[in-house]
């Protein structure tokens, strides 16, 4: 079966699916009455059936659909009220579309009747005014109707596959405890009936799991010729990019993204993408790309699909989400640019000035939301205007396969799933590898990156063992530290859900069973970090008020005299060091240090910013000291924050280093002198946000960037 | 009408719940805590293959807590929100009940015992409460109905 075959004969399959649920609905809609939901799902249906038959040129078939999709807006949009006249229509429209399947399976044409007639009748049925006449429709059927369908596949219910799955696993516990009791036995016999039901045991687990995952390749080797179609439909040029094709997908998650898929590119196509003419205006190549990639992250199927097309245009879409009547024309104008981007997912919504053949009828997007967050997932837009758009589906690992690392808190193992996992680091004071406070918080140096840590068992509340590890996770790009009590092995997890009781637990993502048959929980990294105070806050820029800049997340707080709060961003600190101030020597008139091989000029904060003269600490560690009184005090140190800019590292020094906190901050510029960048409050106080470039300039020092 | 009920007791009183929310009883099982859960979760089991939520039903219903040698039995029930396992003290009889006789939970017994209770039958010695299983799985600790 050639390619083209097979993708026929899943159309065939697929239509004939889809006519047997309309059929239902149909019917369902007359027995309780219409719902918009009911009304929804049957246009979806019909648009489906349209959209597939299009890309296979099958005309009558499409012309049919079209003008029934037609009749069906208008009910949706409560233009007409549903009469069962109309519903008896519908349903001639499905016979007539089952007729033109049998026609296409035999014969590989939609037949040679156009059901003028029935679409006659159809147009009628929308025009409110006029009479609906009865059609008579004789049409001949296909020849040679009662031969075999050509099906070499059996359509399982996911279901089965799922119990298959279980039990597949439960064998495998089975066998486990088997090959114990038969290790101790002296029974020959038993031991090579226990060995041979180990092989087949886990071929037989090895099979049903392929049963289930396919590449999803699959899904996208039918998108080429879709693509191909649809631009040459529009007059446009686009080149389709595929990336991540053997990223493996549970098939029921296969299944659910395809239809998703699918309006998504053909609303990128139609909607995105400009005609060469327009894109060479706007300097842009001719042929538009689209790319695809698929990725397995943090215990999720990523799948993006971006565009370089026009972008989301805000304006446009809150005017038509005001005359479609999503929004108020008040609320409209308070919504954020990703906010009103985001409103492409309304039900009802369409920016096409025209109805298309392709998509504008204002099914899609809302297909999209729903049949995504059907299966768990979400969807997230992301557009520049003019520049393109990109679409992120997250794709739960509900029913994927997926590698993790096994962790022990508190006698309890856990599983990571390991996508998320960067590195894992042993804890060894001995050899000089140790956690350190920095004001009560633990943090580890990383190759001189300060790596912020989160005590898993602290974190749970089950009472902590002895940490011997940290596992360094990434969240929202930034890594962390999760200290465990030990690591174990990788194991490939099945990840189950977790039951609705406990769903609101954030820092789960799901639970699987492990190889012994306890049941494990399989951590979620981005819940541990917002559990640990690590995330970022969501960002709403339309909250922001315009004299307030928001400045970076995440900063370091650092003490000058006995209470001045500064924070600098932890962008720049590349190390903290705490170094002897008989280590400071001058050159060209500056302090510097020996550091690293280097170095590292000195700059005294506190004079810098002009602090007000205050004792000298306890420790000795006054502010703002001059150079030559140091060498009386030989044993002080200093605190230094090493700030690096390209090649360049300077030297803060501050009177202690307090915190790292992440914190969105809301920036005043309002009174700030040289040297500021402003001040906010932090960490509940009011910090001075020490701006290092100003600084370093005036001091002489060039640092390119910061 | 009549009703089966499967009864259970908890803290010396009786329990009844719908025989056929009832998919199996089971003796101690392997649990794994689920830290961070509300007090009532137990923790999760594997019940051939699935992952099935314990919930401790005295700590659910506001009754002492059992002593750590006390052993517990698990009743595995049906939900509209999945299967659960309830842990109990042990098991009773199954009971055939005339649905008319049931009464409710007088106004005076809390709130987070009677919400769960779809009544109580006047036993010639005792009381049975019959607890509605959906109430049990779905509310949490400290949630109002």
């Known amino acids: ?60 078939l499409q012309s049919l659909t079209h003008v029934a999709e037609s009749l069906l807006s208008k009910i949706r949009d409560r233009e007409l ?131 289930r995952m396919q590449p999803i390749g699959g899904v996208w080797n039918k998108l080429p010729r879709v693509v191909r179609d649809l631009s040459a439909e529009l007059g446009k040029q686009v080149r389709l990019e595929l990336e991540g094709k053997d990223t493996g997908l549970d098939r029921s998650v296969l299944e659910a993204i395809k239809d998703p898929l699918t309006h998504i590119i053909r609303n990128s196509i139609d909607h995105g993408i400009e005609t060469p003419s327009e894109r060479i205006a706007k300097g842009k190549d001719a042929e538009g790309a689209l790319r695809l990639r698929a990725i397995h992250a943090g215990g999720h199927v990523l799948l993006e699909i971006a565009d370089d097309g026009a972008g989301i245009d805000p304006d446009r879409v809150r005017a038509k989400a005001i005359e479609r009547g999503i929004v108020s024309p008040e609320r409209a104008a308070k919504l954020t640019t990703e906010e009103a981007q985001a409103l492409v997912f309304a039900p009802g919504f369409s920016t096409a000035e025209k109805i298309t053949n392709v998509s504008g009828r204002g099914v899609g997007m809302d297909v999209v939301k729903t049949n995504i967050e ?33 962790v022990v808190a508190a006698g309890e193992r856990y599983a990571l799933p390991q996508s998320g996992v960067l ?37 749970l509340g089950t009472g902590g063992a002895t940490a011997t590890t940290i596992v360094v996770l990434q969240n929202e790009g930034r890594p962390f530290g999760l200290v465990v009590d030990t690591a174990q092995d990788t194991e490939e997890i099945v990840a189950k859900p977790i039951g609705k009781r406990l769903i609101d637990l954030a820092t789960y993502s799901g639970a699987t069973i492990l ?52 924070a600098v961003s932890l962008e720049h600190v590349a190390r903290l060091e705490e170094l002897s101030t008989a280590t400071i020597e001058r050159a060209a008139g500056r302090e510097v240090v020996q ?73 005043s510029t309002k009174g700030a002198h040289h040297g500021l960048l402003g001040s906010a409050v932090l960490d509940g106080k009011v910090t001075d946000v020490v701006d290092v470039a100003a600084i370093a300039a005036s001091a002489g020092y060039a640092t390119g960037g910061m | 009408m009549s009703e089966q009920l499967c009864s259970f007791q908890l803290a010396g009183m009786t329990f009844g719940i719908a025989a056929l929310d009832v998919q199996e009883i089971l003796r101690a099982q392997p649990i794994t805590r689920v830290p961070l859960a509300d007090p009532a979760t137990v923790g999760l089991m594997n019940l051939r293959g699935q992952i099935v939520t314990a919930i401790d039903l005295r700590v659910r219903l506001g009754l002492p807590p059992r002593a750590d040698d006390e052993r517990s039995i698990n009743v595995v029930i049906r939900s509209t929100e999945g299967v659960f396992s309830l842990l109990v003290d042990s098991i009773g009889d199954v009971v055939v009940l005339d649905r008319d006789l049931l009464e409710l939970v007088p106004e005076n017994v809390p709130s987070h015992f009677r919400d769960l209770m779809a009544g109580a039958y006047k036993l010639p010695d005792r009381l049975l409460f019959v607890l509605v299983v959906d109430r049990v799985v779905t509310h949490r600790i400290g949630e109002s109905s």
């Not at chain 1, 050899?431 to 300060?450: F, N, S, W």
């Open chain 1, 1 to 60: 079966m050639g390619a083209d075959e097979e993708i026929l004969q899943e159309f065939l399959v697929e239509g004939r699916e889809n006519l047997d649920r309309l059929e239902r609905e149909l019917v369902g809609f007359e027995a309780n009455g219409a719902s918009e939901d009911s009304i929804s799902a049957i246009f979806r249906t019909v648009h489906t059936v349209k959209g597939t038959a299009g890309f296979f040129g099958f005309d009558r």
């Open chain 1, 81 to 211: 009220a549903l009469t069962s006249g109309i519903v008896s229509a519908q349903l001639a429209v499905v016979d007539a579309c089952r007729m033109m399947l049998d026609w296409v399976e035999q014969t590989g044409t939609d037949g040679n009747d156009d059901y003028a007639p029935l679409k006659t009748q159809l147009e009628w049925l929308a025009a409110p005014t006029s009479l609906p006449v009865l059609a008579q429709t004789a049409t001949a059927a296909p020849p040679a109707m009662e031969s075999e369908r050509a099906d070499t596949t059996v359509r399982v219910d996911v279901q089965l596959l799922d119990k298959l799955m279980d039990l597949a696993g439960e064998l495998v516990l089975a066998r486990n405890q088997l090959l114990e009791l038969a290790s101790t036995s002296r029974d020959a016999g038993l031991a090579q009936s226990a060995q041979r039901l180990d092989l087949i045991t886990s071929e037989l687990q090895d099979h049903v799991m392929k049963t």
């Open chain 1, 374 to 406: 059907g299966i768990g997932g979400a969807v997230e837009i992301d557009s520049v205007p003019g520049r393109g758009t990109t679409i992120r589906l997250k794709i739960p690992l509900t029913l994927a396969i997926i590698p993790a690392l096994l």
């Open chain 1, 423 to 459: 590195e894992l680091v042993r804890i060894d004071p001995a050899a000089g590898r140790k956690v350190e406070l920095i004001d009560h918080t633990p943090v580890y140096r990383l190759r001189g990156e300060l790596l912020p840590l989160v005590y898993l068992s602290q974190l």
């Open chain 1, 515 to 566: 190889g012994d048959g306890r049941v494990a929980l399989i951590l979620d990294v981005r819940g541990i970090a917002m559990h640990a105070g690590l995330g970022s806050l969501k960002r709403r820029e339309a909250d922001v008020p315009r004299a307030v800049i928001p400045v970076a997340d995440r900063y370091l707080l650092a003490r000058l005299g006995a209470d001045r709060r500064i």
């Open chain 1, 595 to 667: 550091y690293r091989d280097g170095l590292l000029p000195l700059i005294r904060l506190g004079d810098a910013l002009g602090a007000m003269p205050s004792e000298p600490d306890k420790s000795g560690e006054g502010p703002a000291r001059s150079a030559a009184e140091d060498g009386a005090k030989e044993n002080d140190r200093i605190h230094v924050i090493v700030y690096s800019s390209g090649d360049r590292d300077l030297g803060l020094v501050v009177d202690g280093i307090l915190d790292v906190i992440e914190e969105r901050a809301a920036l």
